[in-house]
């Protein structure tokens, strides 16, 4: 206070004497009383800012210090009270936390995010977006310590940022590339990161980062290389079709032509060989026509999988019926003389199935066990049936497949590496698969090069409840 008369003035009274003097409110005497028994009650120095109006309109902040002075009996003796003119400080205190608080919300705004990270793995800093990348679902990461501010993510993930983390601390230089997390919950993040070593006074020696989510950059990628691994698998598939139906085709084509040559030499030459007999090259003729009808569906009902176009249409079957007629049409003698040995037990109840779907799977497993085991014993037909599942299972003593082979096996037009000149489109298999799985089945495969192969499939008894599946997909 700059007037010595008022100071003189003073002594021996208190702040509300001053607030009558100076005609001001006592609302001031009553905050600094508030305050001088708050130092007095707690036997401490108390402080407060204390903001003013000058004159001109502006504020003032003064520092008011209130400082309890005790006898050597712990009693009172007196306060000191002082006032210090902080303006100048507070005002740039203020400024700089504006300034921070304008830095922080455009942080906070960034997309990418920001990270701060001492030597000794302490959080320092971060903004939102690290929370949205890293899915953390902790309130608060700072002080936190070795990468638990991550627990979402599975220890191989953690695993690999840590290993990111010391090799920046390490070598003080910085790293950047794509990483995937790899969370709990199973789903993945891709993620573009760039981290640099940095030292500053204030925090020391620290890794700073930038990280962004590039899942969907990296989904865009993988979709494109898959769109052109599926545009060469078909340019592939379409010469390989064109190589196979050209081959398969040829033999029986020739074979028609060469009987159709030979009848028409017969019927143009009445007096030829009575043991040429017309008969036997027209049953020539049909079953090379058989045969290439039968390819014509096979290619045909492919073209149906590929297109969803298969209809699914169960009804009720007598499987011991439904498969001795199958065997009567087809299997009845093979061309080798070799029969088709079955077990079908006389009690079999009736199950749900497409006829259509399950004949090509019958004709296309035994048709390969005949065809892949020439010279070989005749192959087993077995059928098994539970209260809730059906079991067909055919066996053969033939070439087996090789151990290389068997994973590729039901893809369109593969063919194991051993069938030599054996013919077939390698679509037969392709074609069971869908099937079986159509009825909510499954496959099971067992081979071995040289001694044979058992395919066994299980179909549920009923399939009623798969009626309404029209548009059945591979």
């Given at each position: 206070?700059?007037?010595?008369?008022?100071?003189?003035?003073?002594?021996?009274?208190?702040?509300?004497?001053?607030?009558?003097?100076?005609?001001?409110?006592?609302?001031?005497?009553?905050?600094?009383?508030?305050?001088?028994?708050?130092?007095?009650?707690?036997?401490k120095p108390f402080q407060k800012v204390d903001e003013t109006k000058k004159p001109d309109g502006k504020t003032k902040y003064v520092l008011r210090i209130f400082h309890p002075i005790y006898n050597k009996q712990n009693e009172l003796s007196y306060v000191v009270g002082y006032g210090i003119d902080i303006t100048d400080q507070y005002e740039t205190a203020i400024f700089i936390e504006n300034q921070n608080l304008r830095f922080k919300k455009l942080i906070n705004e960034l997309t990418d995010g920001v990270f701060q990270i001492g030597v000794d793995g302490k959080l320092i800093f971060y903004n939102h977006a690290v929370l949205d990348i890293i899915k953390s679902d902790v309130n608060n990461l700072l002080d936190y310590f070795d990468f638990k501010i991550i627990n979402n993510l599975t220890n191989k993930s953690i695993g690999n940022l840590y290993k990111l983390f010391k090799k920046v601390a390490a070598t003080q230089t910085s790293e950047n590339g794509t990483l995937a997390l790899e969370f709990k919950d199973k789903s993945i993040k891709y993620i573009n990161y760039y981290f640099w070593f940095s030292t500053n006074p204030v925090d020391g020696d620290c890794v700073i980062g930038r990280v962004s989510d590039a899942t969907i950059q990296k989904l865009n990628e993988n979709d494109l290389k898959n769109i052109i691994h599926k545009e060469k698998e078909l340019n592939n598939l379409k010469s390989h079709f064109i190589n196979i139906t050209s081959h398969e085709l040829r033999t029986p084509?020739?074979?028609?032509?060469?009987?159709?040559?030979?009848?028409?030499?017969?019927?143009?030459?009445?007096?030829?060989?009575?043991?040429?007999?017309?008969?036997?090259?027209?049953?020539?003729?049909?079953?090379?026509?058989?045969?290439?009808?039968?390819?014509?569906?096979?290619?045909?009902?492919?073209?149906?999988?590929?297109?969803?176009?298969?209809?699914?249409?169960?009804?009720?079957?007598?499987?011991?019926?439904?498969?001795?007629?199958?065997?009567?049409?087809n299997f009845s003698t093979y061309k080798d003389g070799r029969t088709i040995e079955y077990r079908i037990e006389e009690d079999e109840r009736k199950v749900e199935l497409d006829k259509n779907l399950m004949r090509h799977v019958i004709v296309n497993l035994i048709g390969n066990a005949f065809k892949y085991s020439p010279n070989k014993r005749s192959p087993i037909l077995d059928v098994l049936q539970t209260n809730n599942e059906l079991r067909i299972s055919v066996k053969d003593f033939g070439i087996g497949i090789p151990e290389k082979d068997v994973g590729n096996l039901f893809q369109t037009f593969y063919r194991a590496s051993n069938v030599g000149n054996i013919s077939g489109t390698g679509v037969g298999l392709m074609i069971v698969e869908h099937a079986v799985h159509t009825h909510n089945g499954r496959i099971e495969l067992e081979s071995k090069e040289g001694e044979g192969t058992t395919i066994k499939i299980y179909l549920p008894i009923s399939n009623i409840n798969n009626i309404d599946n029209a548009n059945i997909k591979r």
């Open positions: 206070m700059g007037n010595e008369e008022t100071r003189n003035w003073l002594i021996g009274k208190d702040d509300f004497d001053y607030c009558k003097l100076k005609n001001i409110d006592t609302k001031l005497a009553t905050l600094r009383r508030a305050c001088f028994n708050e130092a007095v009650h707690n036997h084509l020739a074979v028609i032509m060469s009987s159709a040559e030979i009848i028409d030499m017969i019927v143009g030459k009445p007096n030829t060989d009575q043991k040429i007999k017309p008969k036997n090259y027209t049953i020539k003729i049909l079953a090379e026509v058989n045969k290439i009808t039968n390819i014509l569906n096979d290619l045909l009902i492919v073209g149906q999988i590929e297109s969803g176009k298969i209809k699914f249409k169960p009804e009720t079957v007598d499987i011991k019926e439904f498969l001795e007629k199958i065997i009567e049409e």
